[in-house]
């Protein structure tokens, strides 16, 4: 892997979902707070990010969760499962640790659920992205993204996500 000495992208194991927990919470207390609220992170979080349904979700055949460590250091994580409509595979979390963005670590996650989607023979990407969260749908439109749609999701508790679908193509890029 000339030029990426020192990062990995690997799958999550389940003795590991609790430090993705802790990961996921610092991530979201920075990028969420102003956006939906303490209520709202502490909710989806527990919903989310619970240390049993991550579990479950790793023993799934359809749902795949990686993260990317620098030097040893978990750094970010996404996960994906295959979409609602065929030849699409959703990626329902992609993040990276505050202090770590705009290095590049989020583009090889990126990169990496791509390349995931075309090995499961889908041909798009999608994702959900708060509606609020400029600074997130810059970057996706950055690689590739593009918004397909508003959502709107009551997802219980008295909260809802206030949403773009947006999508991506896939390329039938060389695999190297």
């Known amino acids: 892997m000339s030029g990426n000495i020192g990062v990995e992208i690997r799958a999550v194991r389940a003795d590991e979902v609790e430090a993705i927990g ?22 989806m979080l527990a919903q989310r990010y619970g240390a049993e349904r991550m579990r479950e979700e790793l023993a799934r055949p359809d ?27 959703k ?9 770590h963005q705009r290095r590049g670590l989020g583009g090889r996650l990126l990169a990496h659920a791509s390349e995931l989607a075309r090995g499961q023979g889908c041909h798009t990407l999608v994702l959900a992205v708060h509606k609020g969260n400029a600074p997130a749908i810059a970057a996706y439109k950055k690689h590739g993204f593009a918004i397909r749609e508003p959502i709107y999701i009551d997802i219980g508790g008295g909260y809802v996500m ?10 039938a890029e060389a695999r190297d």
């Not at 795949?64 to 595979?89: H, M, N, S």
């Not at 990626?91 to 202090?99: R, S």
């Not at 679908?165 to 896939?170: A, I, P, Q, S, V």
């Open 22 to 43: 802790a990961l996921a919470r610092v991530i979201w207390q920075a990028a969420y707070l102003d956006m939906i609220g303490q209520g709202q992170i502490d909710y």
């Open 63 to 89: 749902i795949w969760w990686r993260q990317i460590l620098v030097d040893g250091q978990r750094l970010g994580f996404y996960a994906c499962q295959t979409g609602e409509k065929p030849g699409e595979l």
């Open 91 to 99: 990626l329902d979390k992609l993040y990276v640790h505050p202090g």
């Open 162 to 171: 206030d949403d773009y679908l947006m999508e991506k193509r896939l390329t």
